[in-house]
C-alpha cells in the first residue's frame, strides 16, 4: 500500500487510514530505505523510496510515525517532496536544472523599484548583499534595472549560473534530491540567485525568505494584512523550511 501525495487532499479526495504500526529505516545499496513493518514503502509511482542520507531518511520516517488515524500528506511536507524528486526530478534533471537557469535569467533580484525610497532602501539592504556574494563566489554579474520591463544578461551571466548549479548540486545520490530541493526554493522566491545563497550556506531560510518578500511586506505594512494571502503565505513558508531542511542535511 501507497500514498499518493498529488491527489490526496484534492477535494472529494479521502485519505487512507494508518495501515503500518511502524515506519523504520533500513541500510539498502549506498542508501538507506523507508520500511514500513518492515515492507518497502513505495513512492506513488511504486519507485522505492531510497533516500541517500540517514538524516533525511529518518525525517521522512518521523512524519510517517506522528500519523494518527488517517494519512494526511499535508502534514508530511519531506515525504511530498522526496516523492516528487523521486518519481520526477531524477528523471528529468536537465529540464529542472534549466528552468532554474531560466528563474536566473530574470531574477526577482534584479528588478528594482524606482520609488518610494523606503522600498528602494529595502530592496537594497536585502538584495545587494547576495549579488555581491554571487558575483564573488561564482562570477556571476547579474544586470539590474528599474521597472518591470525585461532585462537581458549577459551570456557570461548564464554560463555562471550553471556553474554555479552545478558546484552546489555535486555528483553524488544526494544531486538529485539538491536539484529537487532547490528547484521548489526558486519558484517559492522567484529568485534562483536566493535558491543558491541558501544551498550554499550564504543565507538561512529565514533571510531567504524575507528577501524574497520584501516588496510584499511593503505592501503589507502599506494596506494591511489579507487573511487568503497570509494562509497561502503559510503554507508555501512550510515548503520552504522543507527544501531549506533538505538542503542543509544532504550538504556536501
Sequence with gaps: MTMDPFSAGQPGASFPKRFYKEATIAPEGEGFALRLD?????????????????????????????????????????????????????????????EIVRYGGSDLLAYRAPQPADLVAAQRFAWDPVLAWAHARFGVAVTTGEGVMFITQPPDTTAGLIEALSTVLGQDAAAPFRLGALHVVTTLTGSALLALALADGRLEAEAAWAAAHVDEDYQIAQWGPDDEAAERRRHRWTDMQTAARMLRLLQP
Excluded: C, F, Q, Y
Excluded at 41 to 54: E, F, G, S
Excluded at 61 to 68: D, P, S
Excluded at 69 to 77: N, S
Excluded at 84 to 97: E, F, K, M, W, Y
Design 38 to 98: 518492515g515492507k518497502p514503502a513505495r513512492t506513488p509511482a511504486r519507485n522505492a523510496i531510497v533516500l541517500p542520507h540517514p538524516g533525511l531518511a529518518a525525517a521522512v520516517a518521523a512524519e510517517w510515525n506522528a500519523v494518527e488515524t488517517r494519512i494526511d500528506p499535508r502534514d508530511m511536507p519531506m515525504t511530498r517532496l522526496v516523492n516528487s524528486v523521486i518519481d520526477g526530478v531524477g528523471h528529468n534533471a536537465g529540464a529542472v536544472r534549466n
